[in-house]
Nanobody, 129 residues
Framework: QVRVEEVGGGLVEPGGSLSLSCEGSGVEIDLYNVAWFRQRPGKAREAVGCIAVSGKPNTFYEEGIEGRFTIARDYGKDTVTLQKNAMTPGDSAIYYC?????????????????????WGQGEQVTVSE
């Protein structure tokens, strides 16, 4: 059974940093395209960015995200991390990781929820004093 899980949410002060990891169970995350989404209070789920298994570039970010957030693979741990820097209260959200292997090999990775079959339960991140 394939499962993915987000690890590392919590409370951070404005301007601070926080890292989330996406871990797999029954799956080698290294072989899957992985995306991060978030759902802010009162808003629809939105993409943060994604990382493909291969290709150059293989990491893509939504407009306004790149520069503060970084998505990377840790091949030694078989995880995908979302490093968030210079956080603002507007970044408070439930963050989700999602994985898919049906489009591995095609250019890029999906930035829409229906491009992913496997989802974590979500991890709350709150940016506040």
């Amino acid at each position: 059974q394939v499962r993915v899980e987000e690890v590392g949410g919590g409370l951070v002060e404005p301007g601070g940093s926080l890292s989330l990891s996406c871990e797999g169970s029954g799956v080698e995350i290294d072989l899957y395209n992985v995306a991060w989404f978030r759902q802010r209070p009162g808003k629809a789920r939105e993409a943060v960015g994604c990382i493909a298994v291969s290709g150059k570039p293989n990491t893509f970010y939504e407009e306004g995200i790149e520069g503060r957030f970084t998505i990377a693979r840790d091949y030694g741990k078989d995880t995908v991390t979302l490093q968030k820097n210079a956080m603002t209260p507007g970044d408070s959200a439930i963050y989700y990781c999602a994985a898919d292997n049906e489009t591995v090999g095609a250019p890029g990775c999906a930035s829409v929820p229906n491009g992913y079959d496997y989802w974590g339960q979500g991890e709350q991140v709150t940016v506040s004093e």
